[in-house]
């Protein structure tokens, strides 16, 4: 994506493009993530591509009024669909949550957890399916809102195992990682973000449920995904 010359005719006669943008760690590579984008949207408007879906995030820095400023692979990935957006190109925009427990915040906190290996694709047939629905709309791609609570709560029901909420320090969460400062940064306010204002900002998840729901399709709930890999957790 790197390379403009090769995106013609990689898009070329395409109705529709779904489009995933890569992080890439290392002084400056998050311009390069924005800047691939950028050049997958000007091939797509080029040859005429009528739906272009684009794997998005929420513009941390923004949601937060700066107070949040160190997530970049978020910020980058909000500035390519404001990009997109404004090329014109026909587009939906998905976001995925995660499956993740981030210790350093509250036991309210609300994570998106999507099963990202079964339930991605759900959402991109569906937009494409629905397309005429799903033009310029945000598609949250998420199972359900789940608190870290009710998270250990299943975790539970399931495994059997005893389990127990820890919030960390922020700092403490910081410096635990072993990682270089300016990532560890970014993954301390990613978890942060996920406290407030949230991972998708607060936002209801029903109207993309009901997408996938209009074409026979359903999430994977949590509790389903701990069942069908319970021996992981043995």
Not at 13 to 21: E, I, R, W
Not at 165 to 182: C, G, I, N, R, T
Not at 207 to 216: I, K, Q, R, W
């Amino acid at each position: 994506m790197s390379d403009p010359s090769t995106l013609s005719a990689a898009v070329q006669g395409s109705h529709t493009v779904f489009l995933v943008t890569t992080p890439a760690w290392g002084a400056g590579a998050p311009d390069a993530e924005l800047t691939d984008g950028k050049n997958v949207a000007d091939a797509c408007k080029a040859a005429g591509v009528q739906h272009l879906v684009f794997s998005s995030l929420l513009h941390v820095t923004k949601e937060t009024g700066g107070r949040l400023k160190h997530v970049p692979r978020f910020d980058h990935k909000a500035d390519v669909e404001a990009y997109i957006r404004a090329s014109g190109v026909p587009a939906t925009f998905g976001e995925d949550g995660v499956f993740t427990l981030a210790y350093p915040v509250g036991a309210d906190a609300r994570f998106p957890l999507i099963e990202i290996g079964e339930d991605m694709g759900k959402y991109v047939v569906a937009s494409i399916k629905q397309r005429t629905k799903v033009l310029g709309a945000q598609v949250l791609a998420a199972a359900d809102y789940y608190t870290p609570t009710r998270i250990l709560k299943e975790f539970e029901e399931v495994t059997g195992q005893k389990t127990r909420f820890v919030q960390v320090d922020p700092q403490a969460y910081k410096a635990a990682l072993p990682m270089p400062d300016a990532i560890a940064q970014e993954l301390l306010e990613n978890h942060l973000f996920i406290g407030e204002p949230g991972y998708f900002a607060g936002k209801d998840l029903k109207s993309s449920l009901d997408l996938l729901a209009e074409v026979g399709l359903k999430p994977t709930s949590f509790k389903e995904y701990l069942e069908k890999n319970k021996s992981a957790f043995a």
